[in-house]
Nanobody, 114 residues
Framework: QAQLVESGGGLVQPGGSLRLSCTVS????????MGWYRRAPGKQRELVAT???????DYADSVKGRFTISRDNAKNAVYLQMDSLKPEDTAVYFC????????WGQGTQVTVSS
């Protein structure tokens, strides 16, 4: 079974940037889709961005133009570059991979606050 491990979360001021990483044990090529999701306090988990093996991307309207998902197959990793961060981006961010089954990482906290 694959394991997904996120890193890169932390505290950042509004307008700042963070880059999240998700490393897949095994081959990321076994994942048809990789994605980032988040759960804000008191809210349900929501999709942030996804990328298929073919490179097709999809973003939540709230992050379009500010966040960018990318992947490096050689490093078995997927990334989420987050720019122009807002306090409402504060959440636990999860990495998800869909292969034979779906896999989730343990999450990484992102806090946007001055």
């Amino acid at each position: 079974q694959a394991q997904l491990v996120e890193s890169g979360g932390g505290l950042v001021q509004p307008g700042g940037s963070l880059r999240l990483s998700c490393t897949v044990s095994g081959s990321i090529l076994s994942m048809y889709v990789m994605g980032w999701y988040r759960r804000a306090p008191g809210k349900q988990r929501e999709l942030v961005a996804t990328m298929t093996n073919a490179g097709t991307t999809d973003y939540a309207d709230s992050v379009k133009g500010r966040f960018t998902i990318s992947r490096d197959n050689a490093k078995n990793a997927v990334y989420l570059q987050m720019d122009s961060l807002k306090p409402e981006d504060t959440a636990v961010y999860f990495c998800r991979g869909v292969g034979d089954i779906q896999y989730w990482g343990q999450g990484t906290q992102v806090t946007v606050s001055s």
